[in-house]
């Protein structure tokens, strides 16, 4: 129940084109869910979240749909760039236990 | 500047030797952690503490010790125990309290390989 499972495993896109990485989650006590975007050799930075009561967040390109029926949550990234290309996690909280349960990650090539 | 360090960026060991990763942070964050990565994997956590002089195993503690005797120190040893030791080691800190966003913000990380 405190899995959240990611998919694709890897991802290839071509410049331009939009990058969809997809979670599902079981625990309906999660309430904030996070997306962080690793290069290589660095540390994680958080990239977007989004809290249950809303369904969609958008920052520039990068928008979190959320659908709480079916409890998955995915990460569409519009006109795809090569400074994309990175692994992408996903990620659950409650506030009953601050600690994130992290998906698998989803490595994301941008072909030029 | 704010932010959590780690240091070193690269350590080098002899097998049977312990190993200690320095982590610190200034962004006053009560909640630290060590999470442990292999090449193509994702995070695992090896141990977290909320409070200082109190921590907890996550879900691959075995062959790791941690501390916590200040607010902004978290370092993690790598002892002789844990059976394969070289991977890519990330400290990340938080808030706790209230109806936060419990953004974890990660240091650089510590490459380790022992031969």
């Known amino acids: 129940q405190q899995q959240v499972k990611q998919s694709p495993q890897s991802l290839i896109v071509q410049k331009g084109g939009i990058s969809i990485i997809n979670c599902a989650y079981e625990n309906t006590a999660f309430d904030y869910f996070p997306w962080y975007q690793q290069f290589p050799g660095k540390g994680p930075a958080l990239l977007i979240a989004?809290?249950?009561d809303v369904s969609e967040k958008k920052e520039g390109r990068f928008t979190i749909s959320f659908n709480k029926s079916a409890k998955q949550f995915s990460l569409h990234i519009m006109d795809s760039q090569p400074g994309d290309s990175a692994t992408y996690f996903c990620?659950?909280?409650?506030?009953?236990?601050?600690?994130?349960?992290w998906g698998a990650g989803t490595k994301l090539i941008i072909k030029p | 500047d704010g932010g959590i360090t780690q240091s070193p960026k690269y350590l080098f060991r002899k097998e049977g030797q312990n190993v200690t990763l320095s982590c610190e942070q200034n962004l006053n964050h009560d909640a630290m952690y060590w999470y442990r990565q292999d090449p193509g994997q994702g995070l695992r956590l090896i141990y977290y503490s909320q409070i200082v002089n109190d921590f907890q195993k996550g879900d691959i503690a075995e062959g790791y010790s941690v501390s916590r005797e200040k607010k902004e120190s978290f370092p993690l040893t790598v002892t002789s125990a844990q059976k394969n030791p070289t991977a890519f080691y990330l400290c990340?800190?938080?808030?706790?309290?209230?109806?936060?966003?419990?953004?974890?913000?990660f240091g650089p990380g510590t490459r380790l390989t022992v031969t």
């Open positions: 989004i809290r249950p």
């Open positions: 990620a659950a909280s409650s506030s009953s236990n601050y600690q994130l349960i």
């Open positions: 990340a800190s938080s808030f706790i309290l209230g109806q936060g966003t419990y953004e974890q913000y």
